[in-house]
């Protein structure tokens, strides 16, 4: 079974004002470019551009103060911020009043708009070599990449240490009690705006088939890999008097991904 857990940010209180000056900003400003840098992989620009078409993504590093926080705290160890980096993505590809960030890699001239992606290409260059000019690398390779180290740079307890409480032990056998302290104690070591709209929690139940014991395990996952062609073979068996209309969508992933396997 998949769990999604989502919280309500709330850090300054002005959400449905932000909510709407994005949407404004949606319908009326038009779109800045991402151009093209040399030999980089087509999937980086491809990637960039879907986390730069999500509202919610837009709306917190725009307008959210722990972004800036994060970034100084950054600032002040002399680290690289990928923060930083995605920030100023964010603001060039969507500008207020049409106006760039001013950073030595903005480019403007008389017929178009557009901007390079080297700082965030820069930035993740620099923290793995896995997204260098020679690696080798998937879409969700850099995906993943992206969100596990903006969820680090924006892990608000892991700044706060928060003490967990130890002394409660849930019920083995309940399953909502479970599932709770298990999400309870990730969130008090993992709570960012990452782990709040990217993360889920995964149950796996098991059971014995002679005896009939059962036990819960539960993972935190941020990707879900299908396998498209068994899911397309096994929606063709069961459609076997309607093969010419058979169309997949993601529910029929989920269905699929939540089988009983007998091991």
Known sequence: KIHFEQKNNNDNGN??????????EFNTHPLIGLQSIGDSPYHINAVLQCFCQSEIII?????NKNIIEAINKYKKKK???LTKAFKNLIENLW??????IKTKYCHENKSNKYYPPYEMIETI???????DKSGDNEAKDFINFIIMELHKELNKNQLEKKLINTDFKPNQSNQKEMLSFFINNFMNENA????DNFYGTNQIQIQCCGCGIIKYNYEIFSFLIFPLDEIIKNNFLMNINNQNNIIININDCFEFNQKIQVL
Do not use: A, R
């Open 15 to 24: 959400n449905n004002q932000l909510k709407n000056d994005i949407k404004s």
């Open 59 to 63: 709306n917190h590093f725009k307008y």
């Open 79 to 81: 680290k690289l911020s």
């Open 95 to 100: 500008p207020s009043d049409d106006k760039f």
């Open 125 to 131: 260059s620099n923290m793995s070599s896995l997204f």
């Open 192 to 195: 960012s705006f990452i782990s």
